[in-house]
């Protein structure tokens, strides 16, 4: 069973930067791919990015592309999401979750999620 905590949010001004951190509790985090989600007040998840295994693959949503990036250190256990140029539109809570099949922007496909770290961009 793996558990994903993830870090790293907070409140932040519009234009602004965080790094949220993922960190999962097992050793075999290099064999999953990692995904980042995120849900809005009164909207449905919502797919951000995801990465491969190995790292040598991402992917994300066109609305956080040239701002946002996923990375991964295996070596930690943890993934990262890099956002800068933060919008009000990108307040949310963001989760992390793990995949053993591939990544995907499906959240069907992820088999663990961490609890969510909330980001807050002030309009």
């Known amino acids: 069973q793996m558990q994903l905590v993830e870090s790293g949010g907070g409140l932040v001004q519009a234009g602004g930067s965080l790094r949220l951190s993922c960190t999962a509790s097992v050793r075999t985090f290099s064999r999953h791919a990692m995904g980042w989600f995120r849900q809005a007040p009164g909207k449905e998840r919502e797919f951000v990015a995801a990465?491969?295994?190995?790292?040598?693959?991402?992917t994300n949503v066109d609305s956080v592309k040239g701002r946002f990036t996923i990375s991964r250190d295996n070596a930690k256990n943890t993934v990262y999401l890099q956002m800068n140029s933060l919008k009000h539109e990108d307040t949310a809570v963001y989760y992390c979750?793990?995949?053993?099949?591939?990544?995907?922007?499906?959240?069907?496909?992820?088999?663990?999620w961490g609890q969510g770290t909330q980001v807050t961009v002030p309009s």
């Open positions: 979750a793990a995949s053993t099949i591939y990544f995907s922007r499906s959240g069907s496909t992820y088999d663990y």
């Open positions: 990465i491969t295994a190995s790292g040598g693959s991402t």
